[in-house]
């Protein structure tokens, strides 16, 4: 199944599909994306791609928390969290640092959005 988002991303779900949310979508309907902070992963914004599920930002602000780093990401005027764990010895991006966002398919929640 293939469902097109706000007519820019097209959405492969494999068959059967990983949520009973994603079994009640249509093609061409509009939904929403959702990823939890914790499951996306950072990497430089010129690093090759690896396959996998990625998109471009721009970090926005960073909080050093002890355990893990808050970040929020700017993606197309939009804002994204993301929390890397265990920052000791990792890349610890600054404002206006161009990265990508990594998440596993598994990690995607898609949910029809409501007709406004």
Do not use: C
Not at 24 to 51: K, W, Y
Not at 53 to 81: C, D, H, L, P, R
Request: hydrophobic letters at 45%.
């Amino acid at each position: 199944m293939r469902v097109i988002i706000e007519n820019r991303v097209t959405l492969e779900i494999p068959i059967p599909p990983i949520s009973s949310t994603v079994a009640e979508l249509h093609a061409g309907e509009t939904v929403q994306l959702s990823v939890r902070p914790e499951a996306i992963e950072l990497s430089a914004g010129g690093d090759q791609a690896n396959g996998g599920n990625w998109i471009s930002g721009k970090i926005a602000a960073s909080a050093y928390q002890g355990s893990f780093v808050e970040y929020e990401i700017t993606v197309a005027s939009k804002a994204f969290k993301a929390r890397v764990a265990n920052p000791k010895g990792k890349i610890l991006y600054q404002r206006g640092d161009e990265v990508r966002l990594n998440f596993a398919a598994a990690d995607l929640v898609v949910v029809p959005k409501a007709v406004e």
